[in-house]
């Protein structure tokens, strides 16, 4: 497995239609809905990025199973003042999980 030293853009994560739910009260229960710009994962293919301010480079982002997103629902997407769009996203993740929440930081001196 090749070590990646760099940052690299990561692709956009189309969307797949999932099966809507009948009650979106109910979901709530066994569910927890999380909004942000999916993104395909570069190394797993298995695990999707979330990352709830695109446009802010100090956005934390996070990474679910794609096993456990149970419903997708298509959000109005984001436009920066250059005009480039971001897909926005609800998913609906099955409480109880495991995801990662990841927060970028630079690295200065006291």
């Known amino acids: 497995m090749a070590v990646i030293t760099t940052l690299q853009k990561a ?4 969307i797949e239609k ?3 739910p009948k009650d979106i009260r109910s979901l709530s229960k066994t569910h927890v809905p999380y909004s942000g710009s999916p993104q395909k ?10 990352i709830p301010d ?7 982002y996070l ?13 109005a997407n ?4 250059a ?9 609906w993740v099955k409480k109880g999980s495991l995801a990662i929440h990841c927060t970028p930081f630079q690295v200065t001196s006291l």
């Open 11 to 14: 692709d956009k994560f189309e």
């Open 18 to 20: 999932y099966k809507p």
């Open 41 to 50: 994962h570069p190394l797993e293919p298995d695990q999707i990025i979330l």
């Open 54 to 60: 695109p446009y802010n480079p100090k956005s934390p």
């Open 63 to 75: 990474e679910f199973s794609k096993n456990d997103i149970t419903h997708v629902e298509k959000l």
């Open 78 to 81: 984001v436009v920066n003042m």
């Open 83 to 91: 005009g480039e769009t971001v897909t926005m996203a609800r998913i």
